[in-house]
């Protein structure tokens, strides 16, 4: 197909796509042109790589986040063309998320049809909120997606498309594993694959073909299983953090105490339906970042399209969940699975999933952002053929044009309410850079946010650390990264830059003053309240660290208490079991992929 005959073919997406960039472009260099803490350290990753080539495994100080790694490997170009800034890496978000807006229309067209994948493009060019808010932000949740959708691809070639060949099953694997290392909620969609492979054929997980994924799988994924018996199984403790695997382990002690990481409070057991659908999972299309009415309209909108269509596909579909679940017990019988039932089984373990973790955290959310779309266009489409009332047509019709204009009015409207407080318009670390470069400051210490700003928005002309400051430690989203703290620790001046806004901050810049005034050591103080408070200590006649100046910080206080392990231990002997286990299963399927090799011919 030539130029034309394409532009003639999709001219309604291509106009999509040119939509959707300029309503990014305005709100990144607008509205939205501020970043938050995560997209500082994706960008120092990225800088890091591109000066020093240097590839971590995770996200910085954690030991989960492969889809930073990537996000900063990909903006790394853009930073050199362009230079670091938090514009150049929205930049980057911008087009990934107009990539993955054309992979999702022609995969979707490929498999759902044309209709469909017109509509679902409309719903992402032009998207509620809470989607804006993930495109614009280059921390990992557009790379999330990208997974998502390439596992289902590769699956879909594979089950629907009858790609029967070893490289399909192959590249599967390998996909698998990167969307796995890339974040592991990938594990319930892969899930539903094996569910339907098993309903299909019994003996599928014995056949060379399973074999062949599971090696391409274990190749892929072993720099992770190194990674975890060189580091007292760091990753592994973490997987499924704060879901109801997680739950359950911590609850009932399922594993020994060296081996998982317990919150200190674990998810909320209680079950309401009721409230979960009108407060908790609705929670998950807005409600938290933004205060105006339009965009309370728009996800509330959205979120009331998303609810009424699923349960009216749920419904539609019982005919095939009826044979679906019959063949699980009478194999014989004739399967009618489809892709559109595949998509509601997906998005519907996924609530249910979520509804278990009886946690309120929106970025567990991002799998399902364009299938929640997807299920929206499948639904208008089969409602509109369903019903041949003209008056309900139109009325559906105008219902989803309505829709798209409120989101393209929220969207233009849209801005960072103030209680969301970790993003740089509030927090202002430009005033604080400004003050210590004029006095000559190089070196520092502040809590784990506020250090990633400082650090990110100097260009690392300032280094400063978190190590013994509160509100510092964790295996969380935002954890120490040690050769900072290493530089700092060997500083000879430095300073102390404390959000006093934060509690923790005001109990620790007390015991830090009254440490100074108690051994009579002077020192220079500024206050900077551009943006939220900020304390500066600095000019010390004596040495004062963290460690010896504070006592009673709790420098635990993330996510994870357990994250200060150390970095490297010999594995535990009673994990040693698990390598020969895994040598056997991989022996076991050399072999029937040899015997099956021999039955064929081959």
């Given amino acids: ?48 790589f591109l000066e020093k080539f240097e590839i971590p495994l995770f996200y910085y ?35 990934l998320y107009i990539s993955l807006i054309s992979f999702s229309y022609f995969f979707f067209r490929r498999h759902f049809g044309a209709v469909p994948a017109i509509l679902n493009t409309f719903l992402l060019a032009v998207p509620f909120p809470i989607l804006t808010i993930v495109v614009l932000s280059p921390s990992y949740g557009l790379m999330v997606i990208l997974f998502n959708l390439w596992v289902m691809y590769t699956f879909f070639l594979i089950f629907f498309g009858n790609k029967t060949s070893l490289q399909y099953y192959m590249l599967f694997g390998a996909v698998s594993a990167l969307a796995m290392w890339n974040l592991e909620s990938i594990i319930l969609l892969l899930f539903v694959c094996f569910l339907f492979w098993f309903n299909r054929d019994r003996l599928f997980f014995l056949t060379k073909q399973f074999g062949i994924y599971a090696l391409s799988f274990l190749v892929v994924y072993s720099p992770v299983i190194y ?75 959205v979120y009331v399209f998303f609810l009424v269509i699923l ?8 005919h095939v969940i009826k044979s679906f679940i019959l063949k699980f017990f009478k194999p014989k019988t004739k399967g009618c ?9 997906y998005v ?18 991002v799998d399902i952002l364009f299938f929640v779309t997807l299920i929206i266009s499948l639904g ?100 120490p990264y040690q050769p900072y703290d290493d530089t700092v620790a060997n500083s000879k001046r430095y300073a102390y830059v404390l959000w006093t806004d934060l509690p923790s901050e005001r109990t620790f810049e007390k015991e830090l003053v009254d440490y100074l005034n108690s051994n009579s050591i002077t020192y220079n103080y500024k206050k900077i309240e551009a943006g939220y408070n900020k304390s500066i200590y600095y000019n010390f006649s004596e040495d004062v660290r963290p460690k010896i100046a ?46 099956g090799n021999k039955k064929s011919g081959g």
């Fill in 1 to 48: 197909m030539n130029l034309k005959g394409f532009v003639k073919n999709h001219f309604i997406f291509l106009i999509l796509i040119a939509v959707s960039f300029l309503i990014n472009l305005y709100l990144f260099t607008g509205p939205l042109q501020y970043y938050f803490a995560d997209d500082a350290v994706v960008g120092l990753m990225a800088k890091h």
């Fill in 61 to 95: 100080g954690a030991s989960h986040g492969g889809a930073q790694v990537l996000t900063a490997i990909l903006i790394a170009p853009f930073f050199w063309l362009f230079g670091v800034s938090p514009t150049v890496m929205k930049l980057f978000s911008s087009l």
């Fill in 227 to 301: 990674f975890n018996f060189t580091h007292y199984f760091w990753n592994f403790k973490t997987l499924f953090a704060e879901s109801i695997f997680h739950k359950l382990v911590c609850n009932y002690n399922l594993l020994p105490e060296p081996y998982v990481y317990c919150l200190s409070s674990p998810a909320s057991t209680k079950i309401d339906i009721l409230g979960f659908l009108t407060q908790d999972f609705n929670y998950l299309f807005g409600k938290t970042f933004f205060g105006s009415m339009i965009y309370f309209l728009s996800f509330n909108i």
């Fill in 311 to 318: 349960i009216f596909l749920i419904i539609a579909n019982f």
């Fill in 337 to 345: 699975a489809t892709k559109e039932f595949f998509v509601l089984v």
């Fill in 348 to 365: 519907t373990l996924f609530i249910f999933a979520y509804f278990l973790r009886g946690q309120l955290k929106q970025r567990y959310f």
């Fill in 380 to 479: 208008v489409v089969k409602l509109y053929r369903l019903k041949k009332n003209r008056l309900f047509r139109v009325a559906l019709a105008s219902f989803f044009v309505f829709t798209i204009a409120i989101n393209l009015v929220a969207n233009i409207t849209l801005s960072y309410d103030k209680e969301y407080s970790f993003n740089s318009k509030s927090i202002n670390p430009s005033a604080v850079v400004d003050f210590l470069e004029k006095e000559g400051i190089t070196y520092g210490y502040s809590e784990h946010i506020m250090r990633w700003f400082l650090v990110f928005e100097s260009k690392e002309k300032l280094i400063f650390a978190c190590e013994g400051v509160c509100f510092c430690r964790g295996e969380g989203r935002l954890s």
């Fill in 550 to 595: 504070v006592k009673n910080c709790n420098d635990t206080s993330m996510v994870f208490p357990a994250a200060n392990l150390p970095a490297k231990k010999e594995p535990p002997r009673i994990w040693l079991g698990w390598v020969v286990i895994a040598f056997i299963v991989i022996v076991l399927v050399l072999y029937l992929i040899v015997k």
